[in-house]
T-cell receptor, first 114, second 115 residues
Framework: EPEVTQTPSHQVTQMGQEVILRCVPISNHLYFYWYRQILGQKVEFLVSFYNNEISEKSEIFDDQFSVERPDGSNFTLKIRSTKLEDSAMYFC????????????FGPGTRLTVL | AQSVTQPDIHITVSEGASLELRCNYS??????LFWYVQSPGQGLQLLLK??????LVQGIKGFEAEFKRSQSSFNLRKPSVHWSDAAEYFC?????????????FGAGTRLAVHP
């Protein structure tokens, strides 16, 4: 069964450094999403992406964050200058349509900012 | 504002016992409703979903959920729990206000299973 993959599984970085989290969505999916889950808290929506542009973003998704689909298979989340509070599990998801279709989630990347 | 409430943070059941995990939502219309499960160190796996039609939906791993509009609830049930069901369970609603299927998640219920 096709699945969403994410790399790396765990990333440790120093505060102020840039990180790029990578995702490979399911191949025929057109809608892509990033969510995050701070330890012990809810899974929170960050951003949705379609047709090479952001469809919607949350208040969390400020200027430090950016997303890109650099080629036909990858979908990336960049955090320009990491803060301690960016430490979280970051999940990528994809779907074939935005309304009635299921979002399929990747296994997540655990980001630790020191 | 749209929200999802899972009243039980932690539930412990014995293997073979029945299970019900509660989920209540606040939404202006009938939302799309989902239950996801997260095993330790794993991502979110879809258990089942409700879009329309029959209010009792069947999912994977023997789970089912019932949508009750009058109670704004979508409780997850399983008649006989297995030790491998120990995980965290998340209820979610979407789409939100015409957005691109942005899911709103509850806080989760952590299930422990005693042998």
């Amino acid at each position: 069964e096709p699945e969403v993959t994410q790399t790396p599984s765990h990333q440790v970085t120093q505060m102020g450094q840039e990180v790029i989290l990578r995702c490979v969505p399911i191949s025929n999916h057109l809608y892509f999403y990033w969510y995050r889950q701070i330890l012990g808290q809810k899974v929170e929506f960050l951003v949705s992406f379609y047709n090479n542009e952001i469809s919607e973003k949350s208040e969390i998704f400020d200027d430090q964050f950016s997303v890109e689909r650099p080629d036909g298979s990858n979908f990336t989340l960049k955090i320009r200058s990491t803060k301690l509070e960016d430490s979280a599990m970051y999940f990528c998801a994809s779907s074939t349509s935005p309304d009635t279709d299921t979002q399929y989630f990747g296994p997540g990347t655990r980001l630790t900012v020191l | 504002a749209q929200s999802v409430t899972q009243p039980d943070i932690h539930i412990t059941v014995s293997e073979g016992a029945s299970l019900e995990l509660r989920c209540n939502y606040s939404y202006g219309a009938t939302p799309y409703l989902f239950w996801y499960v997260q095993s330790p160190g794993q991502g979110l796996q879809l258990l089942l979903k409700y879009f329309s039609g029959d209010t009792l939906v069947q999912g994977i791993k023997g789970f089912e959920a019932e949508f009750k509009r009058s109670q704004s609830s979508f409780n997850l049930r399983k008649p006989s729990v297995h030790w491998s069901d120990a995980a965290e369970y998340f209820c979610a609603v979407g789409p939100i206000s015409g957005g691109y299927n942005k899911l709103i998640f509850g806080a989760g219920t952590r299930l422990a299973v005693h042998p």
